[in-house]
């Protein structure tokens, strides 16, 4: 291990004697940085996550993973929580390293298995003409008695060479298959391609670069005894993002069946790395924001909807005015933003500088493509730009923040300024709503959606460990 990354363990301390030499792993973060991690051969990968939580002072909001990453083969996944990673990585090349990275899609097909499982690929769902829920349907996946089955057309890579194959391809529990006869799946005409049960699914991140894949959407079954043979992977292409999301989703559910159950409806339930370990979990559903008045002594809901709306609109009022005592902090132009409001959104998370666009579509992807994930950056061709890249039904787009300028002021009923001549603002609609400085935008959009196709939900945040 390098000497220059810090070591920290996991066991009790004080050690009364040396004993035997203990698991040692190696977790980096997405800006290089790495820690060396003594850690107990039954340590699970949740509880190293938790540990790397707490050392690091990020919130925990359960979406935390250790992914295994395959630099050579460009190769990827994320552990399960209930994995022993000294098990793991006894399996890994020395190439290969831990990664510590948000995946927000980890569970995210429990709270919405219409977006991972369509009805055309789930032949339990056609045999019974969608008139059974998507909850009975995940049910069936983790009831190791049921039979559910996923079929569509893949794309196999031919072993030893860079040339592909579309199949008829059927996923069950015993394993996947393919079809020697277009679409039949009569068993005279299926062969099995792999088992599940000594396999793990990858997504490949450079897919056409080294695999000369037909599309983007490449992932791959490894099994679990190899450790870089490039001939024993059984590399796979769907062709949409949607298609390989339920391949490789429906693998896991297969494959761990009731353990992902629990894994994701225990997050509380955690084995202690170090005495008096304890981290707070703190999580924000947009269901459980309601609106609030905090006039009196003591705070009240709004219940009356017509005061909830007029209560938003004195606190649109309210952000303009403290855009106004920001700008009195100085301002080297009328027509330029405040010093403050100028950088002030470069102290926030979700705010990634001057990336590229495809940089910024590669965090999105590998943080899990979630509804509402989002993340913000400069614009590459207008300095005074900035750009929202927001995902949304699995698909990745960007939205111009412009800089807009006031040119009139006007007075509220009340006779008091609202809006001062010259002053800078931030919008997303061309003018109709104007933010004082970028975290009033993101904060708007979190409880509104606007103009966006959803709300804006999980920051796409990047840690130093």
Known sequence: SNSNSPTVSLFPQPRLSPGPKRPIIKVYSEDGAGNVVEVPADMRARDVCQFLVYRSHCLDDNSWSLVEHHPLLGLERCLEDHEL???????MPSDSKFLFRKNY????FFRNPLNFFPEQMVAWCQESNGSIPHSQLLQNFLNSSSCPEVHGFLYLKASGRKSWKRLSMFLRRSGLYYSTKGSSKEPRHLRLLSDLEDSSVFTVTTGRKLHNA??????????????????????????????RTCWMTAFRLLKYGILLDQNYKSPQQRMSPVPHFSTPVRS??????????????????????????SAAVEEGQTWRKRGQRMKALGS????????????????????????????SHKMIMQQGQVDGLFLLRDCQSNPKVFVLTLCHHQKIRH?????????????????STCEEEGQMS?????????????????EFYQLNRGVLPCKLKHP??????
């Open 85 to 91: 990673v000294v098990q793991v990585q006894a399996s």
């Open 284 to 309: 924000v559903s947009e269901n459980s924001l309601v609106a609030m008045d905090f006039s009196g002594r003591t705070g009240r809901v709004i219940e009356n909807p017509l005061e909830a709306v």
């Open 214 to 243: 037909p599309a983007d959407y490449t992932f791959c079954i490894k099994p679990s005894k190899v450790r870089s043979e490039c001939k024993e992977l059984r590399m796979l292409c769907a062709e949409d993002e949607q298609s």
């Open 426 to 442: 931030f919008s997303l609609d061309d003018g109709s709503t104007k933010f004082t400085d970028l975290i009033h935008l993101v």
């Open 332 to 359: 080297p132009s009328p027509f330029q933003p405040s010093s403050l409001s100028s950088v002030i959104h470069r102290t926030q998370l979700w705010f990634r500088g001057r990336i590229r666009r495809e940089e």
């Open 105 to 108: 899609d980890k569970y995210e």
């Open 460 to 465: 796409c945040t990047v840690v130093a460990l």
């Open 399 to 415: 939205f111009q923040i412009l800089p807009v300028i006031v040119l009139t002021s006007y007075l509220l009923p009340s006779f």
